[in-house]
């Protein structure tokens, strides 16, 4: 007995000093460390995208199936039921993005137009106004008279450089269509998973069967289960936030006789599917709208998103999204943070339900312990 007792606190001094090895590894090479990860992250990106399109298309592709002749057993029925959910998920998405940018297309070349008119004028009206107020500072006035630039100008200049580094650059471009094609295979691979989503399951759980024992199976079970239902709610719940306040934003714009209202509610409604700070990103892109305008409106607009914000939070989102995050907030911002930073919208979209998944698993052990 005793000697299974010394050979079970060698494994596990053995598995400390590993553990304990690694994480001094890693600490001491963050940095090649951060790389591999990106680099690694640049090879799989296509599949990890793929995969989270698939789990999107999922949740929609699972409420067609449970509406499509859910009780007939009809052999042709019963064989088109996937195709068909899988084609009109797809078709959901499509049609979104098409009434999306339908609505901001033609607004925004109506702000591109009437950008090229105002602009200059804003620009000779702010050095007017600057060399005004700027007599006690000489050095800010020599600086603005070096410039002597007209506003037309100063805007053909901002163009140019705009042309030079979207249209000028091949890597620009060859960034692009490396990113449509990277879409592209991703799709096709989240099609293929979503109709092979069975057989994919049970070699898993043939995998997880021969090599793990039935106690690491239940606990690894759990932490699926617990992801499942995280990321689920939180895409539902977000989608549905976005929804409602993109229209409500909408709504109140058009009330209050604010310019741009159907552009600038789609953006606040595409932007509130970042959690707590997503609306308010689409609020600045708002006010720049509005402000060349007119820019006492633009403070008015303010003023009324701060307003609906807190409404919405306080009666809408309650009760769409609930509790589906279960993150206090100031683990929402890390995951905002740390996701933005590692990759991109992407990382932002994934880190809040990821860190929620971990911040559950670690609650649920806590009180497993405890009790």
Known sequence: MSDEVNSEKQKLTTKTIILIGIILLIILNFTSFLNLIKY?????????????????????????????????DNKIIRKTRRGVSIILSILTIILAMYFFLNILIPQITQFVQLA??????????????????????????????????????????????????????????????????????????????????????????KLINAYLSAGRR??????????????????????????????????????????????????????????????????????????IV??????????????????????VYPKVVGHSIGLPGIWVFAAIIVGGGLMGIIGILLGVPLVATIYKLIGKSIKKNTN
């Open 40 to 72: 690694l992250y640049g090879i799989f990106s296509p599949l990890l995208l793929g995969a989270g399109i698939a789990f999107i298309l999922n949740i929609i592709a699972t409420r067609y199936e449970k509406i499509y002749f859910p009780d007939n």
């Open 116 to 205: 090229s008119t105002e602009l200059p004028i804003i620009y000779e009206n702010t050095i007017e106004w600057i060399m005004k107020y700027a007599e006690n500072y000489p050095i800010i006035r020599e600086k603005i008279g070096e410039l002597n630039i007209s506003g037309e100008a100063a805007l053909n200049r901002l163009l140019e450089l705009l042309n030079n580094w979207a249209f000028g650059s091949v890597s620009f471009i060859g960034i692009v269509f490396s990113k449509i094609v990277e879409i592209l295979l991703a799709i096709v691979f989240s099609i293929y998973v979503l109709f092979d989503k069975e057989k994919i399951r049970g070699n898993f759980n």
């Open 218 to 291: 239940e606990n690894l079970a759990k932490v699926i289960e617990t992801a499942d239902e995280t990321f689920t709610n939180f895409f539902l719940g977000q989608f549905k936030e976005a929804f409602i306040l993109g229209v409500l934003c909408t709504i109140g714009m058009l009330i209050f006789r604010f310019p741009y209202a159907t552009t600038i509610g789609s953006v606040v409604g595409l932007t509130a599917l970042i959690p707590m700070v997503g609306a308010y990103l689409g609020a600045t892109v708002g006010f720049l709208l509005i402000f």
């Open 294 to 315: 007119d820019p006492f409106k633009a403070i008015l607009f303010l003023v009324f998103i701060v307003i609906l914000q807190q409404a919405e939070g306080s009666f």
